[in-house]
Nanobody
Framework: QLQLVESGGGLVQPGGSLRLSCAAS????????IGWFRQAPGKEREGVSCISSGDDSTYYADSVKGRFTISRDNAKGTVYLQMNSLKPEDTAVYYCAATRFEVVVWQSIHEYDFWGQGTQVTVSS
């Protein structure tokens, strides 16, 4: 069974950091592109970052560029999202998603085949 499990969310003060993990099971992570998305209450799910399969190219939303870093450890079957300089507007449920195919529009939820259950990130003083 193909499965993704997110972890690492929590409550953090503005300016703080968190590292989210997306653990894959049932498939070889290195053959999949992985995207991170987030959804705040009352808003649509939006793409945050993506790491491609093969050459591990990385992509970021403008709102997180320079603050967030995506990486993968294929041996551990895990993709990470390091989030620094967090802002209240980063508050959302964060999801990871996977696709076996080459990603064309990485920000589109329709590019991905299966999703994790999400982890809550709250940035507040």
């Amino acid at each position: 069974q193909l499965q993704l499990v997110e972890s690492g969310g929590g409550l953090v003060q503005p300016g703080g950091s968190l590292r989210l993990s997306c653990a894959a099971s049932g498939f070889n992570l290195d053959r999949y592109a992985i995207g991170w998305f987030r959804q705040a209450p009352g808003k649509e799910r939006e793409g945050v970052s993506c790491i491609s399969s093969g050459d591990d190219s990385t992509y970021y939303a403008d709102s997180v560029k320079g603050r967030f870093t995506i990486s993968r450890d294929n041996a551990k079957g895990t993709v990470y999202l390091q989030m620094n300089s967090l802002k209240p507007e980063d508050t959302a449920v964060y999801y990871c998603a996977a696709t076996r195919f080459e990603v064309v529009v990485w920000q589109s939820i329709h590019e991905y085949d299966f999703w994790g259950q999400g982890t809550q990130v709250t940035v507040s003083s």
